[in-house]
Protein backbone atom coordinates (compact mmCIF):
# COMPACT_ATOMS: atom_id res chain seq x y z
CA UNK A 1 0.00 0.00 0.00
CA UNK A 2 3.10 2.44 -0.25
CA UNK A 3 2.44 3.14 -4.20
CA UNK A 4 -1.34 4.48 -2.84
CA UNK A 5 0.19 6.89 -0.42
CA UNK A 6 3.01 7.87 -2.76
CA UNK A 7 0.07 9.04 -5.25
CA UNK A 8 -1.78 10.67 -2.23
CA UNK A 9 0.94 12.86 -1.03
CA UNK A 10 2.08 13.30 -4.31
CA UNK A 11 -1.42 14.82 -5.36
CA UNK A 12 -1.37 16.99 -2.02
CA UNK A 13 1.96 18.43 -2.32
CA UNK A 14 1.09 19.61 -5.88
CA UNK A 15 -2.50 21.15 -4.73
CA UNK A 16 -0.85 22.91 -1.84
CA UNK A 17 1.94 24.40 -4.34
CA UNK A 18 -0.08 27.56 -5.45
CA UNK A 19 0.73 31.14 -5.23
CA UNK A 20 -0.60 33.82 -4.44
CA UNK A 21 -4.10 34.92 -6.55
CA UNK A 22 -3.38 37.19 -9.43
CA UNK A 23 -5.50 40.71 -10.43
CA UNK A 24 -6.38 43.27 -7.73
CA UNK A 25 -7.63 42.63 -4.07
CA UNK A 26 -10.93 44.15 -3.67
CA UNK A 27 -11.35 47.20 -1.34
CA UNK A 28 -15.18 48.53 -0.95
CA UNK A 29 -15.11 52.10 -1.80
CA UNK A 30 -15.45 54.47 1.20
CA UNK A 31 -16.69 57.30 -0.23
CA UNK A 32 -18.09 58.78 -3.37
CA UNK A 33 -17.79 62.26 -4.27
CA UNK A 34 -18.65 64.09 -0.71
CA UNK A 35 -20.93 61.40 0.18
CA UNK A 36 -19.09 58.75 3.65
CA UNK A 37 -19.72 55.01 2.95
CA UNK A 38 -18.44 54.29 6.32
CA UNK A 39 -20.58 51.47 6.92
CA UNK A 40 -21.68 48.14 5.69
CA UNK A 41 -25.29 46.84 4.78
CA UNK A 42 -28.10 46.14 7.51
CA UNK A 43 -31.10 44.97 7.20
CA UNK A 44 -33.86 47.85 8.64
CA UNK A 45 -35.57 46.27 11.81
CA UNK A 46 -38.90 47.17 10.36
CA UNK A 47 -38.29 46.66 6.92
CA UNK A 48 -40.97 43.91 7.04
CA UNK A 49 -43.49 45.42 9.33
CA UNK A 50 -43.46 49.27 8.64
CA UNK A 51 -46.66 49.59 7.45
CA UNK A 52 -48.08 48.53 10.85
CA UNK A 53 -47.81 51.72 12.48
CA UNK A 54 -50.90 52.21 9.66
CA UNK A 55 -53.40 49.72 12.19
CA UNK A 56 -54.82 48.94 9.04
CA UNK A 57 -55.94 44.95 8.83
CA UNK A 58 -57.12 45.13 5.24
CA UNK A 59 -53.29 46.51 4.53
CA UNK A 60 -51.14 44.22 6.71
CA UNK A 61 -53.41 40.84 5.60
CA UNK A 62 -52.56 42.40 1.09
CA UNK A 63 -48.58 42.78 2.44
CA UNK A 64 -48.51 38.82 3.92
CA UNK A 65 -50.09 37.70 1.11
CA UNK A 66 -47.79 39.47 -1.64
CA UNK A 67 -45.30 38.71 0.44
CA UNK A 68 -46.02 34.57 0.42
CA UNK A 69 -47.66 35.12 -3.33
CA UNK A 70 -45.98 37.59 -5.31
CA UNK A 71 -44.40 35.68 -8.66
CA UNK A 72 -41.43 38.18 -8.42
CA UNK A 73 -40.42 37.42 -5.43
CA UNK A 74 -40.46 33.81 -6.43
CA UNK A 75 -38.32 34.33 -9.37
CA UNK A 76 -35.85 36.39 -6.79
CA UNK A 77 -35.66 34.21 -4.53
CA UNK A 78 -35.07 31.26 -7.04
CA UNK A 79 -32.20 33.61 -8.36
CA UNK A 80 -30.68 33.58 -4.93
CA UNK A 81 -30.79 29.53 -4.83
CA UNK A 82 -29.42 29.97 -8.37
CA UNK A 83 -26.56 31.84 -7.68
CA UNK A 84 -25.95 30.08 -4.23
CA UNK A 85 -25.33 26.95 -6.14
CA UNK A 86 -23.01 28.45 -8.31
CA UNK A 87 -21.15 29.59 -5.52
CA UNK A 88 -20.79 26.25 -3.57
CA UNK A 89 -19.57 24.71 -7.47
CA UNK A 90 -17.07 27.33 -7.86
CA UNK A 91 -15.88 26.06 -3.99
CA UNK A 92 -15.70 22.33 -4.74
CA UNK A 93 -13.79 23.40 -7.78
CA UNK A 94 -10.44 23.98 -5.76
CA UNK A 95 -10.66 20.63 -4.86
CA UNK A 96 -9.82 17.32 -5.90
CA UNK A 97 -12.40 15.80 -8.48
CA UNK A 98 -12.59 12.42 -9.29
CA UNK A 99 -14.68 9.27 -9.12
CA UNK A 100 -14.89 5.69 -8.52
CA UNK A 101 -14.98 3.00 -11.80
CA UNK A 102 -15.13 -0.70 -12.51
CA UNK A 103 -15.80 -2.34 -15.69
CA UNK A 104 -15.05 -5.35 -17.09
CA UNK A 105 -13.98 -6.59 -20.88
CA UNK A 106 -14.24 -9.26 -22.33
CA UNK A 107 -13.00 -9.89 -26.14
CA UNK A 108 -12.01 -12.30 -28.79
CA UNK A 109 -9.72 -12.15 -31.86
CA UNK A 110 -7.86 -8.92 -30.35
CA UNK A 111 -6.06 -9.14 -34.53
CA UNK A 112 -5.99 -10.52 -37.86
CA UNK A 113 -3.01 -12.82 -36.33
CA UNK A 114 -3.71 -16.71 -37.12
CA UNK A 115 -2.15 -17.01 -33.50
CA UNK A 116 -4.70 -14.49 -32.18
CA UNK A 117 -7.66 -16.73 -33.99
CA UNK A 118 -10.13 -18.27 -31.17
CA UNK A 119 -8.14 -16.47 -28.31
CA UNK A 120 -10.09 -14.65 -25.95
CA UNK A 121 -9.25 -12.52 -23.69
CA UNK A 122 -10.72 -10.87 -20.31
CA UNK A 123 -10.36 -8.10 -17.76
CA UNK A 124 -11.17 -5.97 -15.55
CA UNK A 125 -10.24 -2.52 -14.07
CA UNK A 126 -11.35 -0.71 -10.87
CA UNK A 127 -10.32 2.06 -8.87
CA UNK A 128 -10.16 5.71 -8.21
CA UNK A 129 -9.43 8.54 -10.96
CA UNK A 130 -8.55 11.65 -9.72
CA UNK A 131 -7.95 15.11 -11.20
CA UNK A 132 -6.81 18.46 -9.38
CA UNK A 133 -5.88 22.01 -10.63
CA UNK A 134 -2.96 23.51 -8.87
CA UNK A 135 -4.66 26.80 -9.32
CA UNK A 136 -0.57 28.39 -9.35
CA UNK A 137 -2.32 31.84 -10.38
CA UNK A 138 -5.38 32.20 -7.81
CA UNK A 139 -7.61 31.51 -10.57
CA UNK A 140 -10.14 29.44 -8.91
CA UNK A 141 -9.76 31.37 -5.84
CA UNK A 142 -10.41 34.75 -7.57
CA UNK A 143 -13.84 32.64 -9.47
CA UNK A 144 -15.13 31.54 -6.30
CA UNK A 145 -14.53 35.42 -4.51
CA UNK A 146 -16.50 36.33 -7.92
CA UNK A 147 -19.05 33.89 -7.27
CA UNK A 148 -19.64 34.74 -3.29
CA UNK A 149 -20.59 38.21 -4.30
CA UNK A 150 -22.90 36.99 -6.81
CA UNK A 151 -24.49 35.19 -4.47
CA UNK A 152 -24.58 38.02 -2.07
CA UNK A 153 -26.26 39.83 -4.70
CA UNK A 154 -29.00 38.14 -5.53
CA UNK A 155 -29.66 37.82 -1.63
CA UNK A 156 -29.30 41.49 -1.73
CA UNK A 157 -31.69 41.85 -4.71
CA UNK A 158 -34.64 39.82 -3.37
CA UNK A 159 -34.37 42.16 -0.25
CA UNK A 160 -34.95 44.72 -2.55
CA UNK A 161 -37.64 43.46 -4.67
CA UNK A 162 -39.04 42.71 -0.79
CA UNK A 163 -39.33 46.15 -0.28
CA UNK A 164 -40.47 47.43 -3.81
CA UNK A 165 -43.35 45.14 -3.65
CA UNK A 166 -44.38 46.04 -0.13
CA UNK A 167 -44.52 49.56 -1.44
CA UNK A 168 -46.25 49.05 -4.23
CA UNK A 169 -48.65 47.01 -2.42
CA UNK A 170 -49.03 50.61 0.14
CA UNK A 171 -49.01 53.06 -2.54
CA UNK A 172 -51.87 51.02 -4.86
CA UNK A 173 -54.18 50.29 -1.48
CA UNK A 174 -53.59 53.90 -1.07
CA UNK A 175 -54.69 54.89 -4.73
CA UNK A 176 -57.93 52.60 -4.10
CA UNK A 177 -58.43 54.24 -1.18
CA UNK A 178 -58.10 57.83 -2.10
CA UNK A 179 -60.08 56.89 -5.76
CA UNK A 180 -63.03 55.46 -2.93
CA UNK A 181 -62.76 58.57 -0.84
CA UNK A 182 -63.46 60.76 -3.86
CA UNK A 183 -65.58 58.55 -5.37
CA UNK A 184 -67.94 58.67 -1.71
CA UNK A 185 -67.36 62.47 -1.88
CA UNK A 186 -68.73 62.59 -5.75
CA UNK A 187 -71.79 61.13 -4.60
CA UNK A 188 -72.70 63.10 -1.52
CA UNK A 189 -71.73 66.45 -3.71
CA UNK A 190 -73.90 64.72 -6.86
CA UNK A 191 -77.15 64.19 -3.77
CA UNK A 192 -76.82 67.50 -2.25
CA UNK A 193 -76.69 68.70 -6.18
CA UNK A 194 -79.83 67.02 -7.05
CA UNK A 195 -81.74 68.49 -3.67
CA UNK A 196 -80.86 72.03 -4.56
CA UNK A 197 -82.00 71.19 -8.06
CA UNK A 198 -85.40 69.53 -7.12
CA UNK A 199 -86.18 73.15 -4.60
CA UNK A 200 -84.88 75.10 -7.93
CA UNK A 201 -87.49 72.92 -9.62
CA UNK A 202 -90.17 73.58 -7.98
CA UNK A 203 -89.34 77.53 -7.80
CA UNK A 204 -89.17 77.30 -11.52
CA UNK A 205 -92.69 76.15 -11.32
CA UNK A 206 -94.01 78.17 -8.75
CA UNK A 207 -92.84 80.97 -10.82
CA UNK A 208 -90.03 83.08 -7.94
CA UNK A 209 -87.13 81.49 -9.70
CA UNK A 210 -86.29 81.36 -13.33
CA UNK A 211 -84.83 78.62 -15.81
CA UNK A 212 -81.05 80.46 -15.73
CA UNK A 213 -80.66 79.15 -12.42
CA UNK A 214 -81.31 75.70 -13.18
CA UNK A 215 -79.09 75.73 -15.99
CA UNK A 216 -76.30 76.31 -13.73
CA UNK A 217 -77.24 73.71 -11.44
CA UNK A 218 -77.39 71.78 -14.12
CA UNK A 219 -74.42 72.39 -15.12
CA UNK A 220 -72.68 71.65 -11.87
CA UNK A 221 -74.45 68.19 -11.67
CA UNK A 222 -72.83 67.44 -14.75
CA UNK A 223 -69.35 68.23 -13.91
CA UNK A 224 -69.37 65.90 -10.94
CA UNK A 225 -71.26 63.13 -13.26
CA UNK A 226 -68.66 63.65 -15.31
CA UNK A 227 -65.66 63.18 -12.73
CA UNK A 228 -66.96 59.90 -11.49
CA UNK A 229 -66.11 57.92 -14.33
CA UNK A 230 -62.72 58.62 -13.85
CA UNK A 231 -62.57 58.05 -9.90
CA UNK A 232 -64.27 54.70 -10.64
CA UNK A 233 -61.15 53.97 -13.60
CA UNK A 234 -58.70 55.02 -11.04
CA UNK A 235 -60.14 52.36 -7.89
CA UNK A 236 -60.85 49.38 -10.61
CA UNK A 237 -57.20 50.04 -12.41
CA UNK A 238 -55.79 50.08 -8.21
CA UNK A 239 -57.60 46.81 -7.47
CA UNK A 240 -56.34 45.34 -10.47
CA UNK A 241 -52.89 46.29 -9.70
CA UNK A 242 -53.34 44.91 -6.14
CA UNK A 243 -54.39 41.55 -7.21
CA UNK A 244 -51.64 41.45 -9.66
CA UNK A 245 -49.21 41.77 -6.75
CA UNK A 246 -50.74 39.23 -4.90
CA UNK A 247 -51.06 36.84 -7.80
CA UNK A 248 -54.99 36.85 -7.42
CA UNK A 249 -57.75 37.64 -9.88
CA UNK A 250 -59.25 40.70 -9.20
CA UNK A 251 -63.22 39.37 -8.45
CA UNK A 252 -61.11 37.00 -5.56
CA UNK A 253 -60.09 40.11 -3.78
CA UNK A 254 -61.97 41.61 -1.25
CA UNK A 255 -61.33 45.09 0.20
CA UNK A 256 -63.57 45.51 2.80
CA UNK A 257 -63.43 48.23 5.42
CA UNK A 258 -64.26 51.94 5.42
CA UNK A 259 -63.42 54.76 2.15
CA UNK A 260 -60.47 55.98 4.46
CA UNK A 261 -57.04 56.64 3.60
CA UNK A 262 -54.76 54.92 6.50
CA UNK A 263 -52.71 57.75 8.91
CA UNK A 264 -50.06 58.17 11.20
CA UNK A 265 -50.44 59.34 14.95
CA UNK A 266 -47.09 61.50 15.13
CA UNK A 267 -44.72 62.79 12.52
CA UNK A 268 -41.71 60.05 10.80
CA UNK A 269 -38.71 60.31 12.95
CA UNK A 270 -35.75 60.98 10.93
CA UNK A 271 -32.46 60.41 13.45
CA UNK A 272 -29.84 63.43 12.56
CA UNK A 273 -25.97 62.17 11.55
CA UNK A 274 -27.28 58.72 10.58
CA UNK A 275 -25.94 57.07 7.86
CA UNK A 276 -29.13 55.81 5.82
CA UNK A 277 -27.45 54.30 2.99
CA UNK A 278 -26.51 51.37 5.09
CA UNK A 279 -30.05 50.17 4.64
CA UNK A 280 -30.57 50.44 0.76
CA UNK A 281 -30.28 47.18 -0.73
CA UNK A 282 -30.14 48.40 -3.96
CA UNK A 283 -27.18 50.46 -3.05
CA UNK A 284 -25.67 47.16 -1.20
CA UNK A 285 -26.13 45.26 -4.70
CA UNK A 286 -24.63 47.22 -6.96
CA UNK A 287 -21.59 47.15 -4.33
CA UNK A 288 -21.22 43.80 -4.41
CA UNK A 289 -21.89 43.63 -8.41
CA UNK A 290 -18.56 45.71 -7.96
CA UNK A 291 -16.74 43.82 -5.95
CA UNK A 292 -17.55 40.28 -8.11
CA UNK A 293 -16.05 42.47 -11.24
CA UNK A 294 -12.88 43.21 -9.16
CA UNK A 295 -12.83 39.43 -8.67
CA UNK A 296 -13.22 38.93 -12.26
CA UNK A 297 -10.34 40.75 -13.31
CA UNK A 298 -7.48 38.12 -11.46
CA UNK A 299 -9.75 35.01 -13.60
CA UNK A 300 -8.79 37.25 -16.40
CA UNK A 301 -5.04 37.79 -15.64
CA UNK A 302 -4.65 34.20 -14.16
CA UNK A 303 -4.83 33.22 -17.92
CA UNK A 304 -1.44 35.05 -18.75
CA UNK A 305 -0.05 32.68 -16.09
CA UNK A 306 1.15 28.59 -17.11
CA UNK A 307 -1.66 26.72 -15.24
CA UNK A 308 -0.63 22.86 -13.37
CA UNK A 309 -2.91 20.25 -13.31
CA UNK A 310 -2.51 17.00 -12.28
CA UNK A 311 -4.54 13.35 -12.67
CA UNK A 312 -4.11 9.96 -11.41
CA UNK A 313 -5.16 6.28 -10.82
CA UNK A 314 -5.55 4.41 -7.99
CA UNK A 315 -6.95 0.66 -8.02
CA UNK A 316 -6.69 -2.21 -9.60
CA UNK A 317 -6.26 -3.68 -13.77
CA UNK A 318 -7.08 -7.05 -14.99
CA UNK A 319 -4.98 -9.77 -14.81
CA UNK A 320 -4.63 -13.45 -16.42
CA UNK A 321 -6.43 -14.84 -13.60
CA UNK A 322 -9.31 -12.08 -12.20
CA UNK A 323 -7.69 -12.01 -9.29
CA UNK A 324 -7.44 -9.05 -6.67
CA UNK A 325 -3.40 -8.83 -5.54
CA UNK A 326 -0.52 -6.83 -5.59
CA UNK A 327 0.19 -7.96 -8.82
CA UNK A 328 -2.96 -6.20 -10.11
CA UNK A 329 -2.22 -3.38 -8.01
CA UNK A 330 -1.66 0.00 -10.21
CA UNK A 331 -1.40 3.36 -9.83
CA UNK A 332 -0.58 6.31 -12.37
CA UNK A 333 -0.13 10.24 -12.00
CA UNK A 334 0.30 12.51 -15.02
CA UNK A 335 0.73 16.22 -14.03
CA UNK A 336 0.23 18.79 -17.34
CA UNK A 337 1.71 22.14 -16.88
CA UNK A 338 0.00 24.23 -20.20
CA UNK A 339 0.68 28.04 -21.22
CA UNK A 340 -1.64 30.28 -23.37
CA UNK A 341 1.38 31.84 -24.78
CA UNK A 342 0.37 31.68 -28.44
CA UNK A 343 -3.19 33.33 -27.38
CA UNK A 344 -1.16 36.11 -25.86
CA UNK A 345 -3.02 39.14 -27.72
CA UNK A 346 -6.71 37.29 -26.81
CA UNK A 347 -5.99 36.78 -23.19
CA UNK A 348 -4.73 40.42 -22.56
CA UNK A 349 -8.23 41.72 -24.58
CA UNK A 350 -10.07 39.48 -22.35
CA UNK A 351 -7.94 41.20 -19.11
CA UNK A 352 -8.75 44.85 -20.98
CA UNK A 353 -12.74 43.80 -21.02
CA UNK A 354 -12.76 42.58 -17.42
CA UNK A 355 -11.37 46.07 -16.23
CA UNK A 356 -13.40 48.05 -18.26
CA UNK A 357 -16.54 45.91 -16.82
CA UNK A 358 -14.94 46.59 -13.53
CA UNK A 359 -14.81 50.35 -14.25
CA UNK A 360 -18.51 50.16 -15.40
CA UNK A 361 -19.82 48.56 -12.06
CA UNK A 362 -18.05 51.23 -10.21
CA UNK A 363 -19.57 54.14 -12.20
CA UNK A 364 -23.30 52.20 -11.57
CA UNK A 365 -22.44 52.02 -7.51
CA UNK A 366 -21.75 55.54 -7.82
CA UNK A 367 -24.66 56.45 -9.47
CA UNK A 368 -26.95 54.20 -7.26
CA UNK A 369 -25.21 56.18 -4.35
CA UNK A 370 -26.00 59.54 -5.37
CA UNK A 371 -29.38 58.61 -6.60
CA UNK A 372 -30.24 57.13 -3.44
CA UNK A 373 -29.55 60.33 -1.55
CA UNK A 374 -31.26 62.38 -3.50
CA UNK A 375 -34.33 59.68 -3.56
CA UNK A 376 -33.95 60.07 0.45
CA UNK A 377 -33.87 64.15 0.40
CA UNK A 378 -36.61 64.38 -2.15
CA UNK A 379 -39.14 62.17 -0.84
CA UNK A 380 -38.82 63.93 2.90
CA UNK A 381 -38.99 67.37 1.62
CA UNK A 382 -41.83 66.39 -0.79
CA UNK A 383 -43.53 64.68 2.10
CA UNK A 384 -42.71 68.14 4.34
CA UNK A 385 -44.32 70.22 1.63
CA UNK A 386 -47.40 67.81 1.70
CA UNK A 387 -48.14 68.28 5.43
CA UNK A 388 -48.21 72.50 4.53
CA UNK A 389 -50.62 71.54 1.66
CA UNK A 390 -52.66 69.34 3.75
CA UNK A 391 -52.99 71.45 6.65
CA UNK A 392 -53.70 74.43 3.84
CA UNK A 393 -56.13 72.10 2.90
CA UNK A 394 -57.89 71.14 5.94
CA UNK A 395 -58.24 75.05 6.74
CA UNK A 396 -59.67 76.10 2.82
CA UNK A 397 -62.62 72.85 3.34
CA UNK A 398 -63.10 73.98 6.72
CA UNK A 399 -64.14 77.52 6.24
CA UNK A 400 -65.84 76.66 3.08
CA UNK A 401 -68.16 74.65 4.97
CA UNK A 402 -68.94 77.47 7.25
CA UNK A 403 -69.51 79.63 4.38
CA UNK A 404 -71.71 77.69 2.69
CA UNK A 405 -73.34 76.79 5.94
CA UNK A 406 -73.86 80.71 6.26
CA UNK A 407 -74.55 81.27 2.48
CA UNK A 408 -77.57 78.83 2.99
CA UNK A 409 -79.18 80.43 6.19
CA UNK A 410 -79.11 83.93 3.85
CA UNK A 411 -80.73 82.47 0.70
CA UNK A 412 -83.72 80.93 3.50
CA UNK A 413 -84.08 84.14 5.18
CA UNK A 414 -84.20 86.11 1.36
CA UNK A 415 -80.87 88.35 1.94
CA UNK A 416 -78.84 86.41 -0.58
CA UNK A 417 -79.12 86.06 -4.35
CA UNK A 418 -79.27 82.27 -5.52
CA UNK A 419 -76.78 82.79 -7.76
CA UNK A 420 -74.01 83.77 -4.51
CA UNK A 421 -75.55 80.33 -2.82
CA UNK A 422 -74.37 78.81 -5.83
CA UNK A 423 -70.95 79.84 -5.81
CA UNK A 424 -70.40 79.06 -2.37
CA UNK A 425 -71.59 75.75 -2.74
CA UNK A 426 -69.51 75.06 -5.86
CA UNK A 427 -66.45 76.46 -3.77
CA UNK A 428 -67.26 74.00 -0.61
CA UNK A 429 -67.46 70.95 -3.70
CA UNK A 430 -64.36 71.92 -5.32
CA UNK A 431 -63.06 72.21 -2.02
CA UNK A 432 -64.09 68.56 -0.76
CA UNK A 433 -63.14 67.08 -3.59
CA UNK A 434 -59.29 68.41 -3.16
CA UNK A 435 -59.15 67.66 0.02
CA UNK A 436 -59.98 63.89 -0.71
CA UNK A 437 -56.80 64.43 -3.54
CA UNK A 438 -54.37 65.73 -1.23
CA UNK A 439 -54.73 63.55 1.71
CA UNK A 440 -54.34 60.63 -1.39
CA UNK A 441 -51.49 62.57 -2.51
CA UNK A 442 -50.14 62.78 1.06
CA UNK A 443 -49.79 59.14 1.93
CA UNK A 444 -48.72 58.57 -1.14
CA UNK A 445 -45.50 60.67 -0.59
CA UNK A 446 -45.16 58.89 3.07
CA UNK A 447 -45.05 55.50 1.50
CA UNK A 448 -42.37 57.21 -0.69
CA UNK A 449 -39.91 57.99 2.37
CA UNK A 450 -40.83 54.76 3.77
CA UNK A 451 -39.84 52.89 0.36
CA UNK A 452 -36.68 55.52 -0.22
CA UNK A 453 -35.11 54.96 3.84
CA UNK A 454 -35.94 50.99 3.60
CA UNK A 455 -38.06 51.04 5.92
CA UNK A 456 -35.65 52.16 8.20
CA UNK A 457 -37.79 55.16 10.06
CA UNK A 458 -39.64 53.64 12.95
CA UNK A 459 -42.67 55.14 14.22
CA UNK A 460 -43.07 55.32 17.96
CA UNK A 461 -46.08 55.85 19.58
CA UNK A 462 -46.03 58.77 21.76
CA UNK A 463 -45.11 58.19 25.86
Known amino acids: MHKFTRVAVALMLT ?81 PQGSVSAGYQAVENTSLLDADDGVQLRGFNTGLSLNWDADLAGKLVRAEQAALARAEQADLLWRDAQLQVISQVVNSYGQYRGAQIRLVCAQMNLAFLQQSRDVIQAQVDAGTATTFELAQIDTQIHRVETDIPSMRIAQATAKRTLAALVARQADELELGGAASLPTLRSPLPVAQGENYLQYRPDVASAERALAASVADIG ?162 QPG
Open 15 to 95: GIVSACAVGPDYQAPDNVSTIELTTSYQTADAVKSWWQAFEDETLSSLIELALTENRSLHEALANVRRAQAVFSESGAQRW
Open 299 to 460: VATASLYPSLSVSGFLGFLSSPGLALNSASQSWSIAPTLQWSGLNWSAVKAQVRASNAEADAQLARFEQSVIEAVNDMDLSLQNYQFSREQLASAKQQFKASQQSASIARIRYEEGSLEFLQLLDTERELIASRDQLAQIEQAHFLRLVEVYRSFSGALQWQ
